[in-house]
């Protein structure tokens, strides 16, 4: 419904159901990366964002030096089309090489890494030689220039390696120790809180009673954040009292970049997340067109972003998967929502769909062979079904409009884990 105004009435807008998409845009709009640095050891620094891209004091390798275990020649020294002799005047190794220059009519015996010494511009493979202890013959196809590394082929002094806003992997960190970086500057730690509400929850380790259930959420969340651009507060299990919810709320809301809360996001009598965000922050959308999923509200408390997951189990897994981690790696310095590999599959099993939300079943994806892939339901797709949610390798992304699914049908399918 339209106000006096010809704008959408805050209650409406935020109880319409949105698709995945616009949830997406929404996110995009509202998140501002955080801001500050810090420092990091290299070998600390897996993972995390660089703040300032890095440049290169030395040139990679530093050295001309060989590709191979052979000997180090002089191109001028091939004769066309026929064997040639050359004096063997002494080794350069990995770490210590021959200093003198090469003359006309010599070579050296070199080692892999080895330093190319002056006047050599050649390394044959010593596969390919004879040698006859003072003298190396080379063969008649001795080629000019090969299995040689020259000095800042791979990186040249001054030359970028990194640009800011790199996530850390394990290759970056071998390419900053080959430069002789050992620190870096990096964004700093994202602050994250989260807790379950629910009366019924119960601490593992403790005997249910009737009625309850074990608080597996939290596991899987902190699961989920284990992250090394994250630092978690578990706030714990909160009765469903309003009054406590928002007093953790709001206090949390002042020293953390994130909250996310599980159970309490529907509109149940107990639910009273999105009442408290409405009361203490502001809310940009509630409910989602997806499946598992549905009732997720996204908003702010103060300066801190909120995420209202449902109570449900799978759901919270899939909509940390689908909207909480790409609003992270945008909050962390990532300057667009990155999209899920998604591949064609035919699909083993029949499924169960209505229309009207996009669905997340859990399947479990294989490939034959030759290159075909297949997927079969991972079992039970009820949102409380974690055993299926732990068999799973993939989500079968089915559409809004999509209806059931038969056997030999071919579905669109993201792999967990996978993104470009
Ligand atoms: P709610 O969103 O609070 O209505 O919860 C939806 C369903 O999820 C209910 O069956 C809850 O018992 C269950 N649930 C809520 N929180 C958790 C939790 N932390 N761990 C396991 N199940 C939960
Ligand atoms: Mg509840």
């Not at 929404?26 to 290299?42: F, H, K, P, Q, W």
């Not at 180090?72 to 190794?93: E, R």
């Not at 997340?273 to 959308?285: R, S, T």
Request: include cysteine; glycine fraction near 8%; charged fraction near 20%.
């Amino acid at each position: 419904m339209m106000d006096s105004c010809g704008t959408e009435s805050f209650n409406q807008k935020t109880s319409t159901l949105i698709t995945i998409e616009q949830a997406l845009e929404n996110i995009n709009d509202a998140i501002t990366s955080i801001n500050g640095s810090e420092r990091v050891m290299l070998k600390n620094a897996l993972g995390r964002i660089l703040s300032d891209s890095v440049y290169s004091a030395i040139n990679i390798p530093p050295d001309t030096n060989s590709a191979m275990d052979g000997y180090a020649f002089s191109s001028t020294d091939i004769l066309p089309n026929q064997a040639f002799s050359l004096s063997l005047i002494g080794t350069s190794w990995a770490g210590t090489p021959y200093e003198k220059p090469l003359k006309s009519g010599q070579c050296i015996r070199i080692f892999t890494g080895a330093v190319v010494p002056t006047g050599a511009d050649s390394v044959i493979m010593q596969e390919h030689i004879q040698s006859n202890g003072s003298s190396i013959i080379f063969p008649e196809s001795t080629h000019a220039n090969e299995n040689i590394r020259h000095i800042g082929s791979d990186i040249k002094q001054q030359q970028v390696l990194l640009l800011a806003d790199k996530k850390l992997n394990s290759s970056d960190l071998g390419l900053l120790a080959s430069a002789g970086i050992y620190d870096v500057s990096v964004t700093r730690k994202l602050n994250i809180a989260f807790l379950s509400t629910g009366d019924e929850l119960t601490a593992i380790g403790e005997t249910l009673k009737l009625g309850q259930i074990y608080d597996s959420n939290r596991y899987t969340l902190n699961a989920l954040l284990n992250d090394n651009c994250i630092n978690i507060t578990d706030l714990g299990v909160l009765k469903d009292d309003k009054k406590t919810i928002k007093e953790t709320l709001v206090t949390a809301s002042k020293t953390h970049d994130v909250i996310i809360s599980t159970g309490g996001a529907s509109v149940g009598e107990a639910d009273y997340i999105k009442e408290l965000l409405d009361e203490c922050g502001q809310v940009n959308f509630w409910k989602i067109a997806i499946k598992p999923g549905k009732p997720l509200a996204f908003g702010k408390i103060n300066h801190c972003y909120f995420f209202a997951l449902p109570g449900n189990p799978v759901s919270v897994i899939a909509t940390f998967n689908k909207i909480v981690s790409p609003a992270l790696r945008l909050l962390t310095g990532e300057k667009t929502i990155k999209k899920n590999i998604q591949l064609t599959a035919i699909c083993n099993s029949s499924l169960t769909k209505a229309k009207g939300r996009q669905e997340y079943q859990r399947g479990i994806l294989t490939q034959t062979p030759s290159g075909e892939f297949f997927v079969e339901s991972a079992g039970k797709q009820g949102s409380n079904i974690m055993s299926a949610m732990s068999r799973a390798n993939c989500y079968i992304v089915l559409a809004i409009e999509c209806e059931n699914i038969s056997v030999g049908q071919t579905v669109t399918v993201e792999p967990f884990e996978l993104s470009i």
